[in-house]
């Protein structure tokens, strides 16, 4: 009789967030523990090849700061754009019945938007790689 008491107390109250404190203390406890002791029990090998980039094998060629071109980036951001807006169909697709003609509307509105941003991209010459 007492536990069903205490349950909905603490359902209510502060106690019932005590197990996650408990969990995340012992996390982060453990995390810096394991980072003490590598720290600690770790080989410690300096030298100038040791601190030199390395690149899958490769030899180092130049400078890594080299300016790039913005159509990298454009592209890049245009493809993380596009791909997250592609994930809003998702729901609709999971609730297409309940949603209705009203839900297909404001899909019909989200799918128009979205092409006319795509062909604004495409007509500003945004996907185009020559100059």
Known sequence: MQFSIL???AGTSA???LPILIQLLFAGGLITMLLVLSNFLGPKRKGT???QNF???IEI???ARQPVSIKYFLVAILFVLFDVEVIFFYPYA???RELGW???AAVGMFVSLFLSGFIYIYK???LKWEE
Do not use: A, W
């Open 7 to 9: 349950q909905t107390q």
């Open 15 to 17: 106690v019932s967030y």
């Open 49 to 51: 090849d040791k601190l």
């Open 55 to 57: 690149e899958s094998g």
């Open 61 to 63: 060629k130049g400078n």
């Open 94 to 96: 999971v609730n297409f």
């Open 102 to 104: 009203e839900g297909f």
């Open 124 to 126: 500003k010459g945004g």
